[in-house]
């Protein structure tokens, strides 16, 4: 677990905390914070982490990107997004055409990508397409597409004719594109819903072939899973220790008001919570180095963790008091940008039913 860390790995996680209070916690968020984090995560050798290594990139693995989040989120810092460079995510390995004009700018910040999963809410039909020639014509839309305002492209799933369900690289200024509403959400990210009107798009603009799309959408959502949890727990630990601060604070009577065995009771429970959540995270990051299929791992962890910090900063409001909700109070922000987490990359019922299938139907899976 965390204890079992190699030397090198100590060293990267004090770095990370370095990093944390020196770039991090001195900057507010602004474009031109965002561009001096960037620069100073280059210098630190954290930008890179995330890209493949055939791109510059160091390809860190699941423990060391873990270890990383763990420590920057425990700081609980601004701008904690401008950290780590944009990963390939679907577009990992593809060929040409797709790795000259879309991987390459990507990686190098040159060009934006959003991820087109989730269907608008009055969708008939999953968003389709017909092959006419060496084009797809696409029409739908996607209702959901994080920072779509500013996309590029989409990497969307699209149910093609005869090929089944296949990613497909959608340019936004195409001609048949349309965003239909933009708008931010409780976390303060903000997200685009696109309509795809007969837009035609060259077939070499498929992701992988035929049947490989929803595996690879699958795939990025993993990745993005396991991120999730490690933030979460390094949340869980900046909002202990801001309420064991809070607790042995003096209150009203006199007395340290972490002296009452009732609050003694329930920040108890939510140390364990996060110990139980922390342990979990580290283990899965080691089974997916070991190279281990993790899919049901990474959806306990997602599941758990996410929803453990919504319930741990949930009571630390309730033991701070009214003063915690006082807007711009750091439990009030944390308690709004937690709770998307238990609905983005997978709401949490979805994935329980997700992770039965994954024992009861298909025998994977570990306690
Ligand atoms: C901050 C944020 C960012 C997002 N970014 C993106 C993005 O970039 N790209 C993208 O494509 N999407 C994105 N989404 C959308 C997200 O993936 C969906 O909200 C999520 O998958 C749930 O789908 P839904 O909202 O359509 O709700 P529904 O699927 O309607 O589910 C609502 C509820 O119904 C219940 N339910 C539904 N189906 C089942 C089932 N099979 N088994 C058990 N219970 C079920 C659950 O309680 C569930 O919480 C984002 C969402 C958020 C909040």
């Given at each position: 677990m965390?204890?079992?860390?190699?030397a090198?790995?100590?060293?990267?996680?004090r770095?990370?905390?370095d990093?944390?209070r020196d770039e991090l916690?001195v900057?507010?968020?602004?474009p031109g914070s965002?561009?001096?984090?960037i620069k100073?995560s280059k210098?630190?050798?954290?930008?890179t982490?995330?890209?493949?290594?055939?791109?510059?990139?160091q390809a860190a693995s699941?423990?060391?990107?873990?270890?990383?989040?763990d420590e920057?989120s425990?700081?609980n810092?601004?701008l904690?997004?401008a950290v780590f460079g944009p990963?390939?995510?679907?577009l990992?390995?593809?060929a040409?055409?797709l790795?000259?004009h879309y991987?390459?700018?990507?990686l190098?910040g040159e060009k934006r990508?959003g991820f087109?999963?989730t269907?608008?809410?009055?969708?008939?039909r999953h968003t389709w397409?017909?092959l006419d020639?060496?084009?797809f014509?696409?029409?739908?839309?996607?209702?959901?597409?994080?920072?779509?305002a500013?996309?590029?492209?989409i990497?969307?799933?699209v149910?093609?004719?005869g090929?089944?369900?296949?990613?497909?690289?959608?340019?936004?200024?195409?001609?048949?594109?349309?965003i239909e509403q933009?708008?931010a959400?409780?976390d303060g990210?903000?997200h685009?819903?696109f309509r795809?009107?007969k837009?035609r798009?060259?077939?070499s603009?498929?992701?992988?072939?035929?049947?490989?799309?929803?595996?690879?959408a699958?795939?990025?959502?993993?990745?993005?899973?396991?991120?999730?949890?490690a933030?979460?727990?390094?949340?869980?630990r900046?909002?202990?220790?801001?309420?064991a601060e809070?607790?042995n604070?003096?209150?009203?009577?006199?007395k340290?008001?972490?002296?009452?065995?009732?609050?003694?009771?329930?920040?108890?429970?939510?140390?364990?919570?996060?110990y139980?959540?922390?342990?979990m995270?580290y283990r899965t990051?080691r089974l997916?180095?070991r190279?281990e299929?993790i899919?049901?791992?990474g959806?306990?962890?997602?599941v758990?963790a996410?929803e453990?910090?919504?319930?741990?900063v949930?009571?630390a409001?309730?033991?701070?008091?009214g003063?915690?909700?006082?807007?711009g109070?750091?439990?009030e922000a944390?308690y709004?940008?937690?709770r998307?987490?238990?609905?983005?990359?997978g709401?949490?019922?979805?994935l329980r039913?997700?992770l039965?299938?994954?024992?009861l139907d298909?025998?994977?899976?570990?306690i």
């Open positions: 965390p204890e079992q860390l190699t090198d790995q100590q060293t990267l996680a770095r990370a905390a990093f944390a916690l900057r507010t968020p602004s965002r561009d001096e984090v100073a210098a630190a050798g954290f930008y982490m995330t890209q493949p290594v055939e791109f510059g990139g699941a423990l060391d990107l873990t270890i990383v989040r920057l425990a700081h810092p601004p904690l997004d990963g390939p995510g679907v990992a390995g593809v040409e055409p790795a000259t991987l390459k700018p990507l190098a990508a087109g999963f269907e608008p809410e009055d969708a008939q397409a017909e020639g060496d084009e014509v696409i029409t739908g839309g996607k209702g959901y597409v994080t920072g779509g500013d996309a590029d492209f990497n969307t799933l149910d093609v004719e090929r089944g369900k296949t990613m497909i690289v959608i340019d936004t200024e195409a001609t048949g594109v349309t933009k708008f959400s409780l990210s903000h685009a819903a795809f009107d837009v798009v060259p077939t603009h498929a992701i992988g072939g035929a049947g490989q799309g929803l595996p690879r699958m795939r990025q959502i993993g990745d993005t899973r396991l991120m999730f949890a933030q979460c727990i390094g949340l869980m900046w909002t202990l220790s801001y309420l809070n607790l604070s003096i209150g009203r009577n006199g340290p008001r972490g002296e009452s065995e009732v609050m003694r009771l329930r920040y108890a429970d939510l140390r364990i919570r996060a139980a959540a922390r342990s995270v990051a997916a180095d190279g299929n899919v049901n791992e959806i306990a962890c997602k758990f996410t453990t910090i919504g319930d741990i949930d009571e409001i309730q033991l701070v008091g003063n915690a909700l006082i807007l109070h750091p439990l944390l709004r940008r937690v998307s987490l238990r609905l983005a990359e709401a949490s019922d979805i039913v997700n039965s299938r994954g024992k298909l025998d994977m899976g570990r």
